[in-house]
């Protein structure tokens, strides 16, 4: 692909100064020539001037919306807009009325996860200029696997003693699976869901089902943040009407105690040092079924040398029965030397040349004690 | 995959044949929500004839509960076959999606 000029313009509409500030420095950072707009007329303006290739939008503006942006925009820009908005339920409610951005994103954002999405982008063009015969539903495909894609974690657990690792091969068609953790004072959480469906609806569920229990992480009681996460997740999921599989774990990293909450998933495995691996029954059906419904807490004691396997159905799907699955699990968790190891061993179960859905895997394995 | 549909004394019988997955999701969907229409809200979905299930299938099924509640009716299964039977389990959708033996038997209660 031949560049059309060397130097790339992007504009920020954004009217605290703050977050401006930051994200003139994320895009400089990946070469932009960056112009600041603290207002929605001045950026489309300033668009118009610069010839902008990239904006970033802020949904709410003292003039006019970033809606209203948006549509100016493309009148005259195929520029990629990434709107940013404070609320992660507002992501489904800006796709349906398809007012022409090419993504977004939460904030409190991340600068890395920014500059990911940014790149993601670019790199979206250069593939779909690369297939001139793109039909518009593969693009919608290739912008689904970019919001999937983004939703996986970026930062690896490290906990002393642990060894936690997580894949994901996602299908062509894009389907609802991701996981996410992050380290807490004294351990990590883990969430793990499969939201019903294919494609960006899909995935955008899932990025709501991600930001709802991350914004859980500071309740206490492992109950109380699932059923107050569940809620929101239910009525959201109840306006496009799909559900979503949920394990929500919280791990003590010293003392090796895990609460969880299975919700409709019922594919995670308990793999003892010694012993007969045990499925972890769930609680209860998938979140967004039944209104009022509750899902109680359950515990798991991970002694050293022990594993939590948990695996998407796609997984499954490549069983004729579940004694198979679990015999074929136990099997890949035994037999790889790292985390990492097993997981790539748990994608093998379900053949990519087979599989008809994503297939995700996580493993935490606590290590065994050496020279007790 | 495929499906038919016959309008009964006090239900209606869609019949599933084949792998209900991705593909035949939506058709499900159509044939539910065109027999919802037609005014039989209490239907069976007889899986006598399908061996497989995935996630979509179950989604359809559950959109289709909820489109026959809405109608004021109810979505029962029947003639449910192992590996379905393994996804109703381990989802616990079994204790919302009843299973019957036959689809006579689904609606014979009430």
């Not at chain 1, 006019?64 to 339920?89: H, K, N, P, Q, W």
């Not at chain 1, 250069?126 to 996986?152: C, F, I, P």
């Not at chain 1, 793999?271 to 209104?291: N, T, W, Y």
């Not at chain 1, 037999?335 to 040349?353: F, K, Q, R, Y």
Request: glycine letters at 8%; a negative charge; proline letters at 4%.
């Amino acid at each position: 692909m031949v560049s059309s000029s060397p130097v790339r313009h992007a504009v920020v509409v954004e009217d605290d100064a703050d977050i401006r500030g930051l994200l003139v420095l994320v895009l400089e950072q990946l070469d932009f020539v960056v112009t600041e707009a603290p207002d929605g007329l001045s950026g489309v303006e300033a668009v118009r001037n610069t010839n902008a290739e990239l904006v970033t939008l802020d949904v709410n503006l003292p003039d006019i919306d970033g809606m209203e942006v948006c549509r100016r925009l493309r009148e005259f820009s195929d520029a990629y807009i990434l709107m940013l908005t404070a609320r992660a339920d507002e992501i489904d409610r800006l796709n349906g009325l398809d007012i022409g951005a090419d993504d977004y994103i939460n904030k409190p954002f991340s600068p890395k996860e920014l500059q990911a999405r940014i790149r993601a982008l670019f790199r979206r063009a250069r593939t779909s200029a690369a297939a001139a015969d793109d039909t518009g539903q593969t693009d919608e495909l290739a912008r689904a696997a970019v919001v999937q894609q983004s939703l996986l974690p970026r930062e690896t657990v490290r906990l002393e003693g642990y060894d936690v690792a997580g894949a994901f091969r996602p299908t062509r068609s894009v389907g609802g699976d991701f996981y996410d953790w992050y380290q807490t004072r004294n351990g990590m959480h883990l969430t793990f869901a499969d939201a019903m469906g294919k494609g960006m609806g899909a995935a955008l569920i899932a990025a709501t089902v991600r930001a709802v229990m991350r914004s859980v992480a500071d309740t206490p009681a492992i109950d109380a943040a699932f059923g107050s996460a569940s809620t929101t997740i239910a009525s959201d999921l109840d306006q496009s009407g799909s559900f979503a599989t949920m394990f929500h774990a919280r791990l003590d990293a010293p003392s090796g105690k895990l609460s969880y909450i299975d919700a409709g998933h019922g594919l995670a495995l308990h793999i003892p040092a010694e012993g007969a691996a045990q499925r972890l029954v769930s609680a209860g059906p998938p979140v967004g079924i039944l209104d009022g419904q509750h899902w109680a807490a359950a515990e798991l004691q991970l002694e050293p040398g022990d594993s939590l396997v948990i695996v998407s159905d796609g997984v499954l799907d490549a069983h004729a029965s579940l004694e198979d699955f679990i015999r074929n699990v136990e099997k890949a968790a035994r037999s790889e030397g790292t985390s990492d190891g097993v997981c790539a061993a748990l994608l093998e179960l379900a053949p990519a040349a087979t599989a008809e859905d994503d297939v995700t895997a996580v493993v935490v394995h606590r290590k065994p004690d050496i020279g007790r | 995959m495929q499906f038919s549909y016959e309008v009964k004394d006090s239900y209606a019988e869609v019949k599933s044949v084949g792998r209900l997955n991705m593909v035949a999701a939506p058709k499900l969907r159509e044939v539910v929500n065109e027999v919802v229409a037609g005014g039989s809200s209490r239907v069976v979905v007889n899986l006598a004839e399908t061996d497989f299930m995935d996630s979509s299938g179950l989604g359809a099924l559950i959109g289709c509960l909820k489109a026959t509640r809405q109608a004021g009716g109810d979505l029962r299964i029947s003639g449910v076959q192992p590996q379905v039977k393994m996804v109703l389990e381990l989802t616990n959708m079994d204790r919302v999606l009843t299973a019957y033996p036959s689809a006579e038997e689904a609606f014979g209660d009430d």
